[in-house]
């Protein structure tokens, strides 16, 4: 499948190699919430609502989709809105009166 992303996902990966200390990998916990090194968040009682934007040309709107499975595992609330034809880069055109 021919990818149309901005940021092509070797590219977020070199990203993540560069800012994770050596010997650690996106399981581990300050990475990835929903990896097999993290934790439980269901007792955690203000955790805010959140919503989880997924863009259809995003290279990480798998992990996007993810999180939000992980969030309504731990029984947060969550809304999830997509947008399968817009890059991630639509949030900052999208939203940019919100910054």
Same mark, same amino acid.
């Given at each position: 499948?021919?990818?149309?992303?901005?940021?092509?996902?070797?590219?977020?990966?070199?990203?993540?190699?560069?800012? +994770?200390?050596?010997?650690? $990998?996106? @399981?581990?916990p300050?990475?990835?919430?929903f990896?097999?090194?993290? *934790?439980? %968040?269901?007792?955690?009682?203000?955790f805010?609502?959140?919503?989880v934007?997924?863009?259809? +040309?995003d290279p990480?709107r $798998?992990? @996007?989709?993810?999180?939000?499975?992980?969030?309504?595992?731990s029984? *947060?609330? %969550?809304?999830?809105v997509?947008?399968p034809?817009m890059?991630i880069?639509?949030?900052?055109?999208?939203?940019?009166?919100?910054?």
């Amino acid at each position: 499948m021919k990818s149309d992303a901005i940021l092509p996902l070797e590219r977020i990966d070199w990203f993540w190699k560069h800012s +994770l200390p050596d010997g650690l $990998d996106r @399981n581990h916990p300050i990475a990835s919430v929903f990896g097999s090194k993290s *934790k439980d %968040t269901e007792g955690v009682n203000n955790f805010p609502a959140t919503l989880v934007v997924v863009g259809g +040309l995003d290279p990480l709107r $798998d992990s @996007n989709r993810k999180y939000r499975e992980w969030l309504k595992r731990s029984n *947060k609330e %969550t809304k999830k809105v997509e947008y399968p034809n817009m890059p991630i880069s639509m949030l900052s055109q999208r939203f940019q009166n919100l910054l």
